[in-house]
C-alpha cells in the first residue's frame, strides 16, 4: 500500500490545493493554539475546494466532544486527530456519534514512555492509527524537531499486531527519506517542515517532500540518493 502523507497546518485554499496536486493524502487543520490555527467557518471555506478522495483532517488538543463533533460536521472532516489529553474514552463516544467511516488518530509524543502508550491505544478498537510526534516545551506539535528515531524504530514502530503508524516532528524534505527509511511507517506528516513561514506552505519544499518520502516508501535504497539531490536541487534553488 501506497505511503500515507498529511500536510498539516493547512490555513488557506491555494496551500490545501497545491498539498493535493502534490499528491498528499491527507490536509490538516489545526483547532488548538498556535500560529496555524484556524477557526471551524475558516476550515470550512477551505474543505469545500478539495477533492474528496482527499482527507481532511482536523487537529484537536484537550477538546470536549461536542466541539469536536461540531467542527467534523461544518468543515466536512473525514477524520480527526487526537491529542493525549483528549481523553481515552474519546475515540468511542466519536464512532458512536460519527459513525464508521471516520479516520481517528491518537497522538504520543516520542519519550520513555511513549511505548507503554503505544501498546494501551493498540488495545483501542476503535483507533485506526498512532501519530507519533515530538514535543518541545508546551508545544503539541510543529516543533520542527525530530524525536529519535532510532530509539523509536525499536520499541514503537516495531510492532506487528498494533495500530498502524504515523511518523511527525521535525519531518521535512532533507530528512524524510532518512526516517521512511529507518522507521517503515504507514504514513508521515508534516508542517514546519514544508513551511515558508508558519502558516504559509513553500511549493518547493512541499513537492520535494512529498516525492522523496514517496520515493523511498517505494524503494528503500534510494535514501541516499534522495537526500544528496534535494540538496543539490537546494544549491541551485
Known amino acids: 500500500m501506497s505511503l500515507w502523507i498529511k500536510i498539516c497546518g493547512t490555513t488557506s485554499v491555494e496551500d490545501a490545493l ?7 493524502s491527507a490536509v490538516g487543520f489545526v483547532f488548538a493554539s498556535s500560529p496555524r490555527q484556524v477557526t471551524p467557518a475558516e476550515a470550512a471555506a477551505i474543505t469545500q475546494h478539495l477533492p474528496a478522495e482527499v482527507e481532511k483532517i482536523g487537529v484537536f488538543v484537550d477538546t470536549p466532544l461536542q466541539e469536536i463533533y461540531s467542527a467534523v460536521r461544518t468543515c466536512g472532516l473525514t477524520g480527526v486527530q487526537l491529542h493525549f489529553e483528549a481523553g481515552h474514552d474519546m475515540p468511542a463516544r466519536l464512532r458512536e456519534l460519527l459513525g464508521p467511516s ?5 497522538v504520543v509524543h516520542f519519550s520513555p ?3 507503554h502508550q503505544v501498546s494501551v491505544i493498540d488495545r483501542d478498537p476503535h483507533v485506526d ?27 514503537v514502530f516495531q510492532s506487528e ?15 524524510v527519506a532518512e526516517a521512511v527509511a529507518k522507521l517503515r511507517p504507514w504514513g508521515v506528516d508534516a ?20 516525492r522523496n518520502a514517496r520515493a523511498t516508501a517505494d524503494a528503500p535504497e534510494l535514501v541516499k540518493h534522495a537526500q544528496s539531490e534535494t540538496r543539490q536541487t537546494r544549491a541551485t534553488h
Open 18 to 24: 497545491l498539498a493535493c496536486e502534490a499528491g498528499a
Open 161 to 175: 499486531h498494533g495500530h498502524r503508524r504515523i511518523a511527525a516532528g521535525g519531518l521535512n524534505p532533507e530528512n
Open 102 to 106: 471516520l479516520r481517528i488518530l491518537r
Open 191 to 210: 508542517v514546519s517542515g514544508v513551511e515558508a513561514e508558519p502558516g504559509r506552505k513553500d511549493r518547493f519544499k512541499l513537492l520535494e517532500f512529498i
Open 129 to 155: 492509527a498512532v501519530l507519533v510526534d515530538s514535543r518541545t516545551g508546551a508545544a503539541p506539535g510543529g516543533t520542527g524537531i525530530p524525536f529519535d528515531w532510532e530509539a523509536a524504530r525499536v520499541s
Open 113 to 115: 514512555a511513549a511505548a
